[in-house]
T-cell receptor, first 113, second 114 residues
């Protein structure tokens, strides 16, 4: 597609429920990132996929968070047993080659009530 | 692992004032450096980038940044800000060998008053 697409744009969920956030990267982009943006916290790195290599999961805050990337394209970030502190904007970005910039989607605003 | 520090969290300027936002990074090798901007209600977009060559890089909307390797810095500058520059600015770094994760600073909120 023309840009990075994320869905849903907004998600309100009850504490304790599981949520899935979707990211469609730019076609042909081999690298995909997930970030979490909270007020005053900047962009917190969560996970990074590059081609067929093992993902860099070093930023996932707990084992309730997981992500997968199917067929080297679409990625899903799953948060299990959501907590109020999970409320944030979740951003996805993709890039095509090592020395190029990352392109961001509009994000998914997650609110846990 | 790489990290980024942005020392100014909130900056308030009047139109036509000059701007300089600080960015320092920590990484043991050669780096790619970026400034991204997020205007209210919009997604993050690239302002400028440094990969190699001339350490003074120019970006969109009159912004520039200078990479000073000895100081591990990549400060953003603009000689005369406009009200439309009101936004949040993020500095980011990644190692430039192969694919590496892109790490961001905590951001600087700039408010330009007309």
């Amino acid at each position: 597609g023309a840009g990075v697409s994320q869905s849903p744009s907004n998600k309100v969920t009850e504490k304790g429920k599981d949520v899935e956030l979707r990211c469609d990267p730019i076609s042909g982009h081999t690298a995909l990132y997930w970030y979490r943006q909270s007020l005053g916290q900047g962009l917190e790195f969560l996970i990074y996929f590059q081609g067929n290599s093992a993902p860099d999961k070093s930023g996932l805050p707990s084992d309730r968070f997981s992500a997968e990337r199917t067929g080297g394209s679409v990625s899903t970030l799953t948060i299990q047993r959501t907590q109020q502190e999970d409320s944030a904007v979740y951003l996805c970005a993709s890039t095509s080659r090592p020395n190029t910039e990352a392109f961001f989607g509009q994000g998914t605003r997650l609110t846990v009530v | 692992a790489q990290s980024v520090s942005q020392h100014n969290h909130h900056v308030i300027l009047s139109e036509a004032a000059s701007l300089e936002l600080g960015c320092n990074y920590s990484y043991g090798g050669t780096v790619n450096l970026f400034w991204y901007v997020q205007y209210p209600g919009q997604h993050l977009q690239l302002l400028l980038k440094y990969f190699s060559g001339d350490p003074l890089v120019k970006g969109i909307k009159g912004f520039e940044a200078e990479f000073i390797k000895s100081k591990f810095s990549f400060n953003l500058r603009k000689p005369s800000v406009q009200w439309s520059d009101t936004a949040e600015y993020f500095c980011a770094v990644k190692g430039n060998t192969g694919f590496q994760k892109l790490v961001f600073g905590t951001g600087t909120r700039l408010l330009v008053s007309p």
